[in-house]
């Protein structure tokens, strides 16, 4: 079985405050972690992502992310929020199941919200 | 590369009209997605390709809707009949099977009148 919880539909900072965007998952596997980022009216792009490598992974605009295994978490974070970092942000979890095949599980997206 | 490309982008139509959204995945991906975003249900998996073969079709809804993958450079997700409650953005997306990470078309917006 495998899952992923947002565990916060909406989180709201002021510009140049930290950014903690909360994500614990469950997997029967060794899974791969992402996070996905979508702007209004956009597709969603890939933020970083963790295969199993270096538990700390960095992704593009400042963001990272831990892999704490014990924690089943994996928690984006960014030091300084920009205006530009509004949006929703969705975790991923995915791994392989029983039948070899890739298995994909989204989480239901946390709304970033960004005050000047 | 250009990228996963849908088409049409944009989609009006109405009630009980056939639907085909198109996805082009990028070139070398063997696997393919569909989802269905709204806001009441987020973000859903409705089918799953790999190597053109459908692996996971759960999340299709109900027999008004079937995806086809005839050849590895393109999909097509039909609904027929559409209904109102149908309307939500629909995006594609591929992938390498043994690397995970998915690459998102920009999605096709359906309104269902």
């Known amino acids: 079985a495998q899952s992923v919880t947002q565990l916060d539909s909406h989180v709201s900072v002021s510009e140049g405050t930290p950014v903690l965007l909360r994500c614990n998952y469950s997997?029967?596997?060794?899974?791969?972690l992402f996070w996905y980022v979508q702007h209004p009216n956009k597709g969603l792009q890939l933020l970083l992502k963790?295969?199993?490598?270096?538990?700390l992974v960095k992704g593009i605009n400042g963001f990272e992310a831990e892999f704490k295994k014990s924690e089943t978490s994996f928690h984006l974070t960014k030091p300084s929020a920009h205006m530009s970092d509004a949006a929703e942000y969705f975790c991923v979890v995915s791994g392989l199941n029983s039948g070899g095949y890739q298995k994909v599980t989204f989480g239901t997206g946390t709304k970033l919200q960004v005050i000047p | 590369d250009a990228g996963v490309i849908q088409s049409p982008r944009h989609e009006v139509t109405e009630m009980g009209q056939e639907v085909t959204l198109r996805c082009k995945p990028i070139?070398?991906?063997?696997?393919l997605f569909w989802y269905r975003q709204t806001m009441m249900r987020g973000l859903e998996l409705l089918i799953y390709?790999?190597?053109?073969?459908?692996?996971?079709d759960s999340g299709m809804p109900e027999d008004r809707f079937s995806a086809k993958m005839p050849n590895a450079s393109f999909s097509t997700l039909k609904i027929q009949p559409s209904e109102p409650r149908d309307s939500a953005v629909y995006f594609c997306?591929?992938?390498?099977?043994?690397?995970?990470?998915?690459?998102f078309g920009p999605g096709t917006r359906l309104t269902v009148l």
């Open positions: 997997s029967s596997y060794s899974p791969s």
């Open positions: 390709f790999n190597n053109n073969v459908p692996i996971d």
């Open positions: 997306a591929s992938s390498f099977p043994d690397i995970n990470e998915q690459f």
């Open positions: 963790y295969t199993s490598a270096a538990t």
């Open positions: 070139s070398g991906h063997n696997s």
